[in-house]
């Protein structure tokens, strides 16, 4: 099992950088799959007890300038490892303007995944900053649990609005309550609601527009749907506020799928990252 990795280009840097720094604030531990031509950083707390899950995946071709891995097995040729994120975050912190970043998997008392950041210097020799961050292998046998979750039958699929914009009323709201209701409809509508005993406060978004999934996938439910029934679901506000606190990569697209009452499904969607995040409904 072998993997090894450099970033020489700064753009890609700053930009994996950014990616992982939103990792780390929605998750304190997480599973790195690594394959050929994609990494992947997985968060499956079981959705059903409760928990959040995560899924976020990356082209190594867009981040990386060379990569290289040999997995398990040569019919299982991927690696997953179990690590800290803030600890890659803080790594890549100290990589704000290198030559280059070097990772690789080693294994001198632990397993670690070694991260070697090149500094500019002012002699001809340059700078070298190793961090060594201690992995946890996965075995084969628990690969399963690491699946794609798969995108539930919502009842409604509705673009979100402006994140910053969203972001700022749901730390309003994080004030008055410790949940939630969030309503979307067929018609581009979405009520971001919180109720207490003695105050109720909506904010009322419209003409946000509502995807259209291809027939193929199976999400079809929502079509023969009444495009002006609300579907709702009642989630943690502090889950929805981590999530929206830990962007720092805008994405191009991003959007919501409710399945009332159940969970809420939110995908993130950059050139070369797409993040999906589940919060289960309360």
């Known amino acids: ?84 994120p803030e600890n890659l975050s803080r790594a890549l912190k100290t990589a704000q303007n290198a030559k280059a970043v070097k990772m690789k998997l080693t294994n001198k008392h632990c397993p670690c995944l070694r991260v070697a950041v090149e500094l500019p210097s002012l002699s001809s020799s340059s700078r070298i900053v190793t961090h060594d961050i201690p992995v946890g292998v996965i075995p084969r046998r628990l690969w399963n649990d690491f699946r794609e979750p798969s995108v539930p039958d919502f009842d409604v699929s509705i673009y979100l609005p402006v994140l910053k914009t969203m972001k700022s009323i749901v730390e309003r709201m994080k004030n008055l309550s410790n949940s939630i209701m969030i309503e979307a409809n067929l018609s581009g509508e979405m009520n971001l609601k919180v109720e207490t005993d003695l105050v109720c406060v909506t904010t009322h978004f419209k003409d946000l527009g509502n995807p259209s999934w291809a027939l193929e996938d199976g999400c079809q439910s929502s079509q023969d749907r009444d495009p002006e029934t609300m579907a709702e679901a009642r989630i943690d506000i502090r889950k929805l506020q981590q999530l929206l606190a830990g962007q720092q990569v805008n994405p191009t697209k991003a959007l919501c799928n409710i399945v009332s009452k159940r969970i809420v499904h939110f995908i993130l969607l950059h050139e070369d990252v797409s993040l999906q995040y589940f919060i289960p409904a309360l």
């Not at 790195?32 to 928990?51: C, E, H, M, Q």
């Not at 899924?55 to 997953?80: K, P, R, S």
């Open 1 to 84: 099992m072998r993997f090894r990795a450099k970033i020489v280009d700064l753009a890609c840097l700053n930009h994996f950088s950014r990616v992982i720094n939103t990792i780390a604030k929605l998750a304190r531990i997480c599973t790195l799959r690594l394959t050929v031509s994609k990494l992947y950083f997985i968060l499956s707390d079981k959705v059903a007890n409760g928990g959040v899950g995560m899924w976020c995946e990356l082209n190594q071709g867009n981040f990386f300038d060379e990569f290289q891995m040999e997995g398990v097995a040569a019919e299982h040729n991927e690696i997953y490892l179990e690590l800290v």
